[in-house]
């Protein structure tokens, strides 16, 4: 095997030292922790703002999230000063101990044509760039942990903000209309799996939560040609598969299912009026967090927490329901929601105005 020319080797060295040298040049200016100090301060600050948009968009659940919004931007006005100080103090040190080994450098390059006498040098230098890219590593671990904790506040305030934006997105988006003075709680995307268990050909789409019923809409492109078994044409299905009054259910379960328990499901119990008796869903978010959701829906609990009052004449109007048919006297089964007009009843078929 040839042995590598001495000079090209010790040319290489430097040439890779000189690219490390390059990236220092940023790093030590802590570039990446300034950046994503400028990342929090730009949720933060956006925060109430887009609070109030999903506010117009129609989210009303909640009624303290602009006070907790409030409440990051008041820690924040606290912290923010002190971790610029903090990345300028340490920045001027680093930037400090890069000057010495980029002075020393064109001594290094001229001495590339005699790699003896290079060599000490060189190891010097390189010692001297290992350390100063751990003390960077270090600087930048001491300011994140500055804020560590509220930045992770800040992460799960984001987070729950855009499930917020999906769920109004998708409302706005579906085949069917909410109730008047109905409200979406949550949305997730779901299979709906009709034999218990998933399998092909199940219908894809989006499963709702709202205050009063639990909607799942099919959402998604079916394959309606192929060649040689590849997809040449897909056309979009979209339409209401199942609808249930909130007040139907009975039990939710949720469970990890999939070859490695990967897969969240969630298993829908429902009690007699239901246009069916269960409800199992493979759905992409934790299943235990939407059997929370659900049996919260059931205690009414978001009510609670309501931006917006309820239409009081809307309550009235479900409390003075008749609990039997006028025309047949037949015990009215149907659940009557907020925002019907009519009910029917099912015996007789007559339309009762409410």
């Known amino acids: 095997m040839a042995t590598a020319n001495p000079v090209q080797q010790i040319s290489e060295e430097i040439s890779t030292l000189r690219s490390k040298i390059s990236s220092l040049q940023g790093s030590v200016q802590l570039a990446r922790a300034r950046d994503?100090?400028?990342?929090?301060?730009?949720?933060?600050?956006?925060?109430?703002?887009?609070?109030a948009g999903l506010r117009t968009r129609g989210y009303v659940f909640e009624k303290d999230l602009e006070?907790?919004?409030?409440?990051?931007?008041?820690?924040?006005a606290l912290l923010y000063p002190n971790l610029q100080v903090q990345i300028n103090q340490q920045a001027a040190a680093l930037v400090g101990s890069l000057r010495p080994i980029e002075m020393q450098m064109p001594q290094l390059a001229s001495m590339a044509g005699n790699p003896a006498i290079a060599?000490?040098?060189?190891t010097s230098l390189q010692s001297a760039v290992d350390q100063l890219e751990s003390k960077v590593s270090a600087s930048e671990a001491t300011i994140h942990g500055m804020y560590d904790q509220f930045n992770?506040?800040?992460?799960?305030?984001?987070?729950?903000?855009?499930?917020?934006?999906?769920?109004?997105?998708?409302?706005?988006?579906?085949?069917?209309?909410?109730l008047p003075t109905e409200a979406g709680i949550s949305?997730?995307?779901?299979v709906w799996c009709k034999g218990g268990k998933e399998q092909k050909g199940d219908?894809?789409?989006?499963?709702y939560l709202t205050d009063q019923r639990l909607i799942f809409e099919q959402k998604e492109e079916i394959a309606t040609k192929k060649v040689l078994f590849v997809v040449t044409e897909k056309q979009k299905v979209q339409g209401l598969?199942?609808?249930?009054p909130v007040a139907l259910v009975e039990k939710v379960d949720a469970s990890k299912q999939g070859m490695l328990k990967n897969e969240d499901h969630i298993e829908i119990r429902f009690l007699s009026g239901a246009p069916v008796q269960a409800g199992h869903f493979h759905i992409w978010k934790e299943g235990t967090a939407w059997q929370g959701l659900i049996n919260r829906a059931r205690a009414k609990d978001f009510d609670k927490g309501r931006s917006v009052a309820l239409d009081q004449a809307a309550l009235d109007k479900v409390k003075a329901a008749p609990a039997q048919c006028p025309s047949c006297g037949s015990t009215i089964t149907t659940v009557v929601l907020r925002g019907m007009d009519t009910i029917k009843c099912e015996y007789c078929g007559l339309v009762i105005r409410l």
């Open 119 to 122: 060599r000490g040098l060189l």
């Open 241 to 244: 598969q199942l609808e249930a």
């Open 203 to 207: 219908p894809e789409g989006v499963l």
């Open 187 to 190: 949305a997730v995307k779901a």
């Open 67 to 76: 006070a907790q919004a409030q409440a990051l931007v008041d820690s924040w």
């Open 36 to 51: 994503e100090v400028e990342d929090a301060q730009t949720n933060v600050k956006g925060m109430a703002q887009r609070i």
């Open 152 to 178: 992770n506040q800040v992460y799960i305030s984001t987070r729950h903000l855009d499930e917020i934006d999906y769920l109004l997105a998708q409302l706005a988006e579906a085949s069917f209309q909410l």
